[in-house]
């Protein structure tokens, strides 16, 4: 039989912006308690102002472990108790690798991989003070097929699957779910704003001679409440049901 998240405690990173935010929505329209945690104070602000139910926005950059850490002890202090972290929160850049600087190596690596151990690392105990709970990481498509000019993103959406499968190992005796949804390309998500018109300009020619346009970028992006509402299915199967690898992506 199917759960319910009817009171349960939502953490989500990335959560003032696409598939973080439309779970948000979804979740506290079902009467949870959602915690969205984000860089930007002001698109978070919109989102608490937007979104109707019980909703606490807490500005942090995931990829630093004491602004995390500072978050979930407010969460802790809130609630005393998570029952659900989905990690959606990402970042991307579009560099040849002679040409990446440590600034993209530390925002790809820092916000995709890093972010979610922190997160984990300080959920943990929360989870376990529910007597259980979920765990979703968000990973790409680009680790099945991989496009040139991305490697600092694939490295670290890799480096996030075995993580993840580590976690599902780890925790699944604490009677928490770790689960990774590969996710495919999103209409309306914020991911764009990690591209310039240059990296845009640039990255197509090369994209299109590799054939990575035609094999995936043909296909029409799914809606972020179209992610949302599977991602809610997921968090509600019966808890004796595993969750290892979801691949989330458009039909054709």
Not at 71 to 96: C, K, P, Y
Request: aromatic share 4%; hydrophobic share 45%; proline share 4%.
């Amino acid at each position: 039989m199917a759960g319910t998240v009817q009171g349960k405690v939502a953490v989500i990173s990335g959560g003032s912006t696409g598939v973080g935010r439309a779970v948000a929505e979804l979740l506290a329209d079902k009467g949870a308690h959602v915690v969205l945690l984000a860089r930007r104070a002001d698109r978070l602000d919109a989102a608490v102002r937007d979104i109707s139910g019980s909703v606490l926005a807490i500005p942090t950059d995931v990829s630093s472990g004491p602004a995390v850490r500072a978050a979930f002890e407010q969460i802790e202090s809130r609630f005393g108790r998570v029952d659900i972290l989905l990690n959606s929160a990402g970042v991307a850049r579009v560099r040849a690798i002679e040409e990446t600087q440590d600034e993209d190596i530390a925002a790809c690596i820092g916000t995709n991989l890093l972010g979610p151990i922190h997160t984990i690392r300080s959920a943990v105990p929360l989870l376990r003070a529910a007597g259980g709970g979920d765990i979703v990481n968000i990973s790409s498509e680009i680790t099945l097929d991989h496009m040139p000019l991305m490697a600092m993103y694939a490295a670290s959406k890799h480096g996030l699957n075995g993580f993840t499968a580590a976690m599902h190992k780890e925790l699944r005796g604490d009677g928490i779910r770790v689960a990774l949804v590969i996710l495919g390309s999103i209409a309306d998500s914020a991911f764009s704003e990690n591209f310039t018109t240059e990296d845009r300009q640039r990255a197509h020619p090369v994209w299109e001679a590799d054939g990575y346009l035609t094999r995936v970028g043909a296909m029409k992006p799914l809606l972020s409440s179209t992610a949302a509402n599977a991602l809610h299915q997921l968090l509600t199967n019966p808890p004796e049901l595993a969750q290892d690898v979801v691949h989330i992506r458009p039909a054709g």
